[in-house]
């Protein structure tokens, strides 16, 4: 069989991102002006995606270095410097040898950190150490155009002193250091950007990745299909009407299809009702663990949303044991975790489209 022309396993190369031009134009734009981005949407949104794609663009335009740094589950100074030592060693060509040659003069050795961190009774001080290393970059960005990526950046605010730190370094190179903050915590990106009391209140541009559009859904769809010698036929508006935008659910599900449309079929209405429940059937057991995860009315609220929209709905009878500061206390954390995102001021939807099917099935 062809290989799919739907990947939804991880980030996907920065030459295969579709679907985002507008998203991807504007961030270059801000990176050419030299405004660091602090970019935000749930998981599985495409956000590292958008970036990988956005950096490949950019360094067509104006050649440029990234640095990027992963701090998922970020859990210490010492976690951190290991991994902003991977990211200046992972660099190349000239970017390279500029860290090496400043790395040198400052006596900073890349690489080893992590190996001697872990050893035994290591006495290296983790937190000098990254104050090291991010001076390495700061001064590397003084001499070749380099953009640092940190990529769920939400999760420093869990490591005291942290966001701090980093401030103290980036805040007086924002005009030679390219930035990209990503993080797939909604709330706690706008709190990190937008509280006066945090480190970096008011230094970056917020954006929102929004959903994909209906019509980059259905060209992506319709495209994958015809570049593999198949044909869409309905499979289309089915992903657009059930994955409601979701890039990692679209991908999914015109997935799911594809691989039962023989080549040089078109995909029909049973192939649609075949690749639903086979994806249904998929990811039941790990949104049943995640809905067991749930705690205090925050199930309810999301049974609630899924079937009404509203989170305070009359109609709901088993919201009727339930206060009017537990809801909103359950919606305020289902919010923060990600689970459900505002469509608008005092509306709210569920993030993943096959999370809340599944509520309204599980649910009825």
């Known amino acids: 069989m062809d290989e799919t022309p739907f990947p939804h396993y991880g980030p996907l190369e920065a030459q295969g991102v579709t679907g985002r031009e507008e998203e991807a134009a ?11 981005v602090a970019l935000v949407g749930p998981r599985r949104y495409g956000k590292t995606s958008l970036v990988r794609h956005a950096l490949w663009r950019l360094d067509e335009v104006q050649p440029t270095s990234a640095v990027w740094v992963d701090l998922y589950g970020v859990t210490s100074a010492a976690d951190l410097a290991v991994r902003l030592d991977q990211a200046l060693v992972a660099a190349r060509g000239r970017m390279r040898e500029v860290l090496d040659t ?20 290591a006495g290296r001080d983790p937190v000098a150490a990254l104050h090291g290393l991010l001076d390495v970059l ?49 709330s706690m990106m706008r709190t990190i950007f937008g509280d006066r009391d945090r480190p ?23 495209d994958g299909f015809a570049a593999t010698g198949r044909t869409a036929g309905p499979v289309a508006m089915r992903v657009v009407t059930v994955a409601q935008g979701h890039p990692q659910r679209s991908m999914l599900l015109a997935d799911a299809a594809w691989r039962r449309t023989p080549e040089g079929t078109e995909a029909t209405d049973e192939v649609w009702e075949a690749a639903i429940a086979a ?38 009878a088993r919201f009727h044991d339930l206060s009017k500061s537990s809801i909103s206390a359950a919606r305020d954390a289902l919010l923060r975790d990600g689970h459900l995102t505002r469509t608008d001021e005092t509306k709210v939807a569920i993030v993943d489209p096959l999370f809340a099917d599944w509520l309204r099935r599980s649910f009825p």
Request: proline share 5%.
């Open 102 to 121: 400043i790395a040198g003069g400052l006596s900073v050795q890349l690489g080893v950190l992590g190996v001697e961190l872990r050893r035994p009774g």
């Open 26 to 36: 504007d961030l270059i734009g801000r990176l050419l002006e030299r405004r660091p």
């Open 138 to 186: 700061v001064r590397a960005a003084g001499r070749e155009r380099v953009v640092l990526a940190l990529d769920e950046f939400a999760d420093v605010a869990d490591v005291a002193g942290l966001e701090a730190l980093l401030r103290t370094h980036l805040q007086h190179h924002y005009r030679d250091l390219g930035i990209v903050f990503a993080g797939s915590r909604p």
């Open 279 to 316: 994806v249904r059937q998929a990811t039941a057991g790990a949104l049943s663990a995640l809905y067991s995860e749930l705690s205090g009315a925050q199930g309810p609220v999301l049974r609630a949303v899924a079937r009404t929209g509203s989170p305070f709905a009359a109609t709901e």
């Open 200 to 222: 970096f209140f008011a230094q970056a541009d917020l954006v929102e990745v929004p959903p994909l559009s209906q019509a980059a859904v259905t060209a992506l769809v319709h």
